[in-house]
């Protein structure tokens, strides 16, 4: 019964969009008579380079005779007029302009020689006799080359004529009627108003309409009901959710590191800035140049430098063993390929290893503008709700108040801060910094870089329970204490020091040893005689999230836990928030000096055991970054004054700016015994300090860049300077070297070709099913040729023109007549338009699965509409977070109450482990970039609405409903369910339907032939009538419609 | 799972759902719309009535038609199992050749990690005289039956990463797997069960997650479908509560109904496809159970399978595997991840082999005497090798992308060869090299398919599964 169908016809039927192949056979025809009313450029041509010739070379020529030299085959370019007229090997020209007859390009095309045929058989693109047909008719008009369409900036077209102007309510009905005019189509009536006002709910907020706002639309007889809808909807913070989702489609956004481990990230401040960022319709040009640089902005505000969560949205690989460089380099490439998809609309990708086949990017541009983004590392900063900001300035008020209320108290208070300051001039002995192997750590899988300084920073898997060891590269004469400091880096959590989610660390033991330069494997331990530190916080318990199952009472203290040879005791560096965050030290001196004739060559072994038992979780509390080094004085002691105080002193006191003269007389009024009081009031202040969130940014450090070979991190090519490539925009004429602003800047400038248009192309993809030119991630050569090319490139005008405004272009989208049409799709236009790109019709489309979950909550009467916050956690399979389903356990810390039931949006997404119903109905995992969904209509999604938990459970809510607010009646009863999911009202037939399976199921529950407890969870008298309702409200959420935007 | 494209290019999600309709949807609708529906098929110029899943004839008449791929994740020994090595127990304890590691990046191990001689005694068996070590006494029964390259290499080293690159062809996240692949160029024969079904047995999922099975840019419904062999084989298969098999009937004629009321009115053919879904998911509440339930098999079957509570769930998964084949079930991968012996080598390997052996080798014997493994393809193999040289003390070796090996048993294959060979240390392939590119190449010309040909249009470039690489193997072809 099934006929088969070879892949090849598949494969063939495939070389050409739908709507392109249509045109292409109606010109094909057209050109055949010789005759007709074909579109005609001002030139009088017939065939235009751009709309017929370019998709044609495109597809079946340039990948040998293209941009890519590397490839090219006879030395014959057909991308450019020059080249393709100019002799190539043969010794021909491929085109002479204005004769067809001999130009070698068509003779190749028609010759029967099948050593000469192009193309070559092999490559199997032979062309069209429709195709050589065109190519014949371009050359015989003379040749003429446009650039690609795309690479030229929009021009405003002028807005064409059509048949019925009192049809065009604005110039998008303009152009959609001068097509459809053309077509011999008529565009649909109005669609009626429920079927509207869902539509714009689905559309602009994502949730389908109450029935209050339904009645209050239909009885709305005032002129401008439409447009107040349009208002109200686009006020809503709800149109934030809605179209902030798109964009994080096109971020990548998740709440994982994806990879083996797919460790729980915390980025939902960038999620919620995306959202916020939306509601107030920050111009899309900001948009883009605050998530690109908004760390380079002047004095940038947090939700600036939040924004650059958008390039760190990429996956982190901390499996064991990795080389972290190379990963970094794979997220680089992942942030290029974002850049291309969301923001430029092009597919950048193939550059990374090679110069474009199609597209004449090259593979140095690829790299130039790569050097814009890699100078960066790879930040987590602390972040704040608005009301936690408020507090912490409060704090900080607070303190400053209590210190300027010492300072008038005690007038003699800066003779005191002088002899003080007099009296810890000494910083203790000299030190000298070891450097040290890095290889033998090794065994853990955690990578130890060396830096120039001589410290050691961690990074890639982090085990929770090891010891690291580390032997110094050359030996020293005599060596009396070791001292450990403890540094701040950008690429550990919140700055470091240390790996933990909050930056800290533990040092569970310190042990040295010591060997004979000549003699390194004869390594003793040494024996250390005490310890201090610059911060010995008081003993307390781990944080849960360090259990490592032991059910010992591991605790963090003062420095001498880590030399006192218990496993559960570790010296802890935490001074609470806000203060965390700073470089320490610790000094172990020795029971007696250590020195041998040939050198003393020294071992550190950091035990950190104060992790938890999970190593494929947030659960490490180790070094980050650190360093040795050693004194020969005896009796050395850590320093007890605070690195940055230190810094402050070496500054001569009349120098000191405020922020510095701050951090001595801070520190300086702790050494005061009489000053107890105010200094308990000033701790007691910063211990309401909020926890606050950390949030993955960009922070600017130099790095050089070199072109990668094949796109390999180990072939490094020569370095690159940062650049633009020629083919888009010309570069900022400003003559400073420029910067990731100059690039984000760049990118939305006025005259960028792409930027604008594929702005304007996803947001029409998302309202109409499918953009103006199907292949939204990609303008380049190769993308489909745009339905309405005109209407795009006045999209794109009007959009720069007004300001970068989304919601202005949303406005004139939804307003028009184009959108507003029914989407009743008769035999007639089915015929004559299958796929809808003519829009004779209104747009019929499933909606997203966010909003398919969202819709079901809603008519359920579930759905908590808070805003923003961390991700939630609703039901799931709990075996899908354990191994063997996942590769390590994960936690899934089901929400409670109505947390249960927040926006789609707000769904904790794991990489690996995408939430099932999400999945099922096409929402990207994260991986990349996409700018495009698919959507697919499969088994697998009527499982997931008629049996996942929550779909009962709306299906019961709904039920509860009916009954208490549905009305007394059957029928009242039916219509109010009816209108929850699907805004209008139901027909007879449907009633009909409807008011049979409930009459079948009531008989069944009263007979006790089914459980109406089990189904509706309710007991007593009214079970059966709730459980039969419960199936019809369940038969309500899985109607077609009730997921469908119609 | 991710970031589809059934839109590029003229594969429109109408035509797609069109051709389901019309291909699986029995459905009564009314005269009209199938009518229309008809009509707009052939004016899309299809003169063939499919779905995305229906059987499509591939390029040249296959070898093969289904794959049972089992991924033993994590990277199992080659030296200790199918790699018999001499030269590397002779120099256990001493440091390999500098020229050898020239270049060399390992995931753990030091520079000067010494070699580690072999931990089991190997011996040639069958007629074929193939060598295997101790640890697989069963597949020994079998091997003359089975294809071993002995050749393997990949381009990763990081378990995550060379996963994705078995799985897909390509370390970057995104691109289709084979099984989905496979699914896109050939359909599937099972209407009532997903055409790519997935296990994971192991100790803990896959490193690379649900990529190993997904479908990168292809449509959607050629991802993997995971099953589970406890509870509920697919997620959501079972009723809610208080919903029985009654109720559900009632309630989808109603959906049924309601549904082809609205498609009377609007005349979009995704409402088809929408009743012909759920349709489906009904007869897959009832077909999935069945064909998961082993106590319908003998216990004969069930001896030479291993299948005893209590034993691992890998045995009973190659059963299952078998069971869906028979189903019409295209692929069936099972990702048994527990081969990551950084330490612990020898306890570790004996476990494994216990655990997998007995029913890898039963899988081939069964398919044989059902006829079956002449149009089966049967795929053994972890995403790399390990190293000669030793990690940690002396039981434990690290990841080893350069030489590694798999077996194949099925049709078009010479079986009972090994092909290829690795130098004395087992580091590197000395002749023969078969590439993950080149093993894909060759799976996709047992199935049918001219790997340069079974193309996919996305992003403005054809992308396939052997990206700019791949050769067939036809040295192991019969």
Known sequence: ?1046 | MNCQDRLHRGHDPLDVSRRWFLGQCGVGLGAMAFRELLAADARAGSPTASGPMAVKAPHFPPKVKRVIFLFMAGGPSHLEMFDSKPQLAKFDGTLPPAELLKGYRAAFINPDAKLLGPKFEFGRHGQSGTELSELLPHLARVVDDVTVVKGMSTDAFNHAPGQIMMSTGSMIFGRPSLGAWTCYGLGSEANDLPGFVVFSTGKKGPSGGNSNWGSGFLPTVYQGVQFRTGGDPVLYLSNPEGVDRQVQRDSLDAIHSLDAQRLEVMGDPEIATRINSYETAFQMQMSAPDVMDLSREPQHVLDMYGVEPGKGSFAGTCLLARRLLERGVRFVEIFHEAWDQHGNLTADLKNNCGETDQACAALVQDLKQRGMLEDTLVVWGGEFGRTPMVQGGSDGRDHHPNAFTMWMAGGGLKPGISHGETDDLGFSVARDKVHVHDLNATILHLLGFDHTRLNYRFQGRDFRLTDVHGRVVNEILA
């Open chain 1, 1 to 1046: 019964m099934m006929r088969e169908r070879s892949v090849e016809e598949v494969a063939r039927s495939r070389s050409f969009p739908r709507a392109g192949r249509l045109a292409l056979a109606v010109l094909a025809a057209f050109l055949a008579d010789g005759a007709g009313a074909g579109e005609t450029s001002p030139s009088g041509k017939t065939v235009r380079f751009n709309r017929d010739v370019r998709p044609i070379l495109s597809d079946k020529c340039f990948q040998c005779h293209g941009p890519d030299a590397t490839q090219r085959k006879g030395k014959l370019r057909l991308d450019t007029a020059h080249d393709a007229t100019s002799p190539a090997a043969s010794g021909d020209p491929a085109i002479i302009p204005g004769d067809a007859e001999n130009s070698e390009l068509i003779l190749r095309a028609t010759t029967d020689d099948a050593d000469a045929k192009m193309p070559p058989a092999k490559v199997g693109k032979p062309l069209t006799p429709e195709e050589t047909k065109i190519l014949e008719t371009w050359i015989a008009e003379g040749a003429e080359y446009e650039g690609h369409w795309a690479f030229l900036p929009p021009e405003r077209p002028e807005t064409p004529q059509v048949s019925r102007p009192e049809w065009v309510r604005n110039p998008i009905d303009a152009f959609i009627l001068h097509r459809l005019d053309g077509e011999g189509l008529a565009p649909s009536p109005e669609a009626d108003r429920p079927t509207l006002i869902r539509r714009l709910s689905l559309d602009l907020i994502g949730l389908p309409p109450t029935i209050a706002e339904v009645d209050a639309f239909l009885a709305d007889d005032r002129p401008g009901a439409y447009e107040r809808l349009v208002d109200r909807l686009l006020d809503s913070p709800h149109y934030g959710e809605r179209w902030g989702r798109v964009w994080l489609d096109a971020a990548r956004y998740a709440d994982s590191d994806g990879y083996e481990k797919d460790k729980p990230r915390f980025v939902h401040f960038y999620r919620d800035w995306v959202v916020g960022a939306f509601n107030r319709d920050l111009p899309y040009d900001r948009f883009i140049v605050e998530q690109l640089a908004g760390d380079l902005l002047p004095s940038p505000t947090q939700d600036q430098v939040v924004a650059t969560g958008f390039l760190r949205n990429s996956m982190i690989n901390e499996e064991g063993g990795v080389d972290p460089e190379q990963f970094r380099v794979e997220a680089m490439f992942d942030r290029m390929d974002a850049v291309g998809k969301a923001v430029l609309g092009l597919t950048i990708q193939c550059a990374q290893c090679h110069t474009h086949k199609y597209d004449p990017i090259t593979h140095e541009d690829y790299y130039r503008m790569f050097a814009f983004l890699n100078s960066v590392d790879e930040a987590a900063v602390a972040v704040y709700t608005p009301e936690e900001l408020h507090r912490r300035e409060e704090i900080l008020k607070g303190v400053a108040a209590i210190e300027e209320g010492l300072r008038k108290e005690n007038p003699d208070w800066a003779d005191r801060m002088r002899s003080w300051e007099e009296s810890v001039r000494d910083p203790g002995p000299s030190w000298s910094v070891v450097r040290t192997d890095v290889d033998a750590n090794n065994g853990s899988g955690q990578k130890h870089t060396l830096l120039e300084d001589g410290s050691l920073l961690a990074s890639g898997y982090a085990p929770t329970l090891h010891t690291a060891q580390f032997t110094a590269l050359q030996p020293v004469a005599s060596v009396s204490a070791v001292r450990l400091e403890l540094l701040n880096d950008p690429s550990l959590p919140l700055s470091g020091p240390g790996r933990s989610t909050k930056g800290l660390l533990a040092l569970t033991e310190f042990h040295v040893e010591a060997a004979p330069a000549d003699k390194p494997n004869e390594r003793k331990e040494v024996a250390i005689a005490w310890a201090t530190a610059d911060v010995n916080p008081p003993e307390a318990e781990l944080e849960p999230i360090f259990d490592d199952k032991s059910k010992r009472r591991r605790v963090t203290g003062p420095i001498a836990f880590a030399i006192d040879r218990k496993d559960e005791t570790a010296w802890g560096i935490d001074a609470g928030p806000g203060r965390r965050n700073v470089p320490r030290k610790a000094v172990f001196t020795f029971d007696k000096p250590v020195s041998f004739p040939s050198g003393v060559v020294l071992t550190f072994k950091l035990t950190q055991r104060h992790g938890g038992w999970n190593s494929d979780d947030n659960q490490n509390n180790n070094f980050g970054r650190f360093r040795f080094s050693v004194a020969e004085a005896p009796d050395a002691q850590a320093d007890p004054i605070p690195v940055a105080v230190r810094e402050a002193l070496a500054v001569a006191p009349e120098a000191r700016t405020a922020v510095l003269a701050a951090a001595v007389f801070g520190h300086f009024r702790t050494t005061v015994p009489e000053w107890a009081e105010a200094n308990e009031r000033i701790e007691a202040l910063w211990k309401q300090h909020p926890e606050g969130a950390s949030q993955l940014v960009l922070r600017e450090r130099p790095r050089e860049t070199h072109r990668l070979e094949r796109g390999d991190f180990l072939k490094p090519a020569e370095p690159v300077q940062p650049g633009f490539p020629a083919f888009l925009n010309p570069p900022p004429t400003s003559e400073a070297a420029p910067t990731r602003l100059t690039f984000a800047e760049w990118l939305v400038d006025r005259k960028a070709p792409t930027t604008a248009r594929a702005a304007v192309n996803r947001v029409w993809q998302s309202y109409f099913g499918t953009g103006l030119t199907s292949t939204s991630e990609d303008l380049g050569s190769q993308c489909e040729t745009p339905s309405h090319p005109e209407l795009l490139d006045w999209l794109a005008v009007e959009f720069m023109d007004r300001g970068w405004s989304l919601k202005t272009l949303h406005r004139l989208i939804v307003e028009s007549n184009a959108y507003r049409q029914a989407s009743r799709a008769t035999p007639e236009l089915l015929a004559k338009d299958p796929f809808n790109r003519l829009l004779a019709r209104g747009a019929r489309v499933r909606a997203d699965a966010e909003v398919v979950r969202d819709v079901m909550l809603a008519a359920g009467g579930l759905l908590d509409p808070t805003i923003g916050g961390p991700s939630v956690n609703p039901p799931a399979p709990a075996f899908l977070f354990q191994p063997p389903s996942s590769y390590g356990p994960k936690a899934w810390p089901e929400s409670a109450g109505s947390a249960r039931y927040r926006r789609a949006l707000y769904t904790f997404r794991y990489r690996s482990i995408p939430y099932p119903m999400l999945q099922a109905f096409d929402a990207p995992n994260g991986d990349f970039a996409c700018v495009r969904r698919a959507r697919s209509n499969t088994p697998l999604q009527a499982l997931a609405l008629l049996n996942e938990p929550m779909a009962l459970d709306a299906a019961r809510s709904l039920a509860t409903l009916v009954l208490k607010e549905g009305g007394s009646t059957e029928a009242d009863r039916l219509v109010y369910a009816f209108r929850r999911c699907l805004a209008r009202k139901p027909t007879a037939q449907e009633v009909e339907v409807l008011s049979t399976l409930l009459r079948k199921q009531a008989e069944r529950f009263a007979s006790g032939e089914a459980d109406p407890a089990k189904l509706s969870g309710v007991a007593g008298e009214s079970a059966a009538e709730h459980a039969s309702w419960t199936v019809v409200a369940r038969v309500l959420l899985n109607l077609d419609e009730t997921i469908t935007k119609e």
